[in-house]
């Protein structure tokens, strides 16, 4: 569908009319982006697309608007630096482990590549981890279904909790995820029934390794025998 942009008078315009916002600064651009020009005349684009004149916006709503834009566009530049960070300690990370097997003939850590790096002084640490990715398969399925004959059969012999920690265990959540802690918590019970034994197994494997992800945690204490506090990079723990 075409746009077609008027003037105040509600003259048609050509759209390569329309001046960009000028801008002394990045930070000021990210925040004149809020408005164009058009004939002498500025206008806010609305969420629904509408160029609303500059002059009818609500003062709050154009404060608001360039706080969001001030945010965001320092957001952004910070989680640029991150990703640079994060891809130079691989790197740094890398090339000292490199080192270390061309030295003794094998890296630190062991398969999983989980390694730590002290300071000299013993009082910062970089701690490098390997999780894997876990998926459960169809088996999945059929371990459910055995789980809820063992709870039928049992009728009133099983425990509340019991049947509470199965309907918690094969619950998905939002975004359609298997709560594996709780499917594990199910697993490590010790109940001697054949058909349980049996769902137990399938869930054991339905258990898929489907990739990995490495990790990079950092620690810094005061001295020696002090306690490791954490260097917080999340934002949602800073």
């Known amino acids: 569908m075409n746009t077609q942009i008027l003037s105040p008078d509600g003259t048609p315009l050509d759209p390569s009319t329309i001046a960009p916002a000028p801008s002394d600064s990045l930070l000021q651009a990210a925040i004149d982006r809020a408005w164009i020009e058009i004939a002498g005349q500025r206008y806010m684009p609305d969420s629904a697309g509408r160029l609303v004149p500059i002059e009818t916006v609500r003062p709050e709503h154009q404060l608001e608007d360039a706080m969001v834009r001030k945010i965001i566009h320092h957001a952004s530049i910070l989680s640029d630096e991150i990703a640079r960070f994060r891809g130079h300690t691989f790197d740094d990370v890398g090339a000292l482990l490199d080192l270390l097997a061309e030295k003794y003939g094998a890296r630190r850590g062991g398969a999983k590549g989980n390694v ?3 300071s000299y002084d013993g009082c910062l640490k970089v701690t490098v981890q390997v999780q894997d990715q876990i998926s459960f398969g169809p088996e999945l399925q059929a371990a459910k279904t055995l789980v809820d004959a063992c709870i039928t059969q049992w009728s009133n012999g099983s425990l509340p909790q019991l049947r509470a920690l ?6 998905v959540d939002k975004e359609g995820r298997i709560n594996r802690a709780a499917l594990f918590a199910l697993r490590r019970l010790q109940i001697d029934d054949p058909e349980w034994v ?3 197994q399938a869930i054991a494997d339905a258990i898929r390794v489907v990739g990995s992800k490495q990790y990079v945690r950092f620690h810094r204490r005061v001295s020696p025998a002090a306690v490791w506090e954490p260097i917080t990079i999340d934002l949602a723990s800073a």
């Open 198 to 200: 049996s769902a137990m």
């Open 166 to 171: 199965v309907e918690h265990a094969f619950a």
């Open 116 to 118: 730590t790096f002290t």
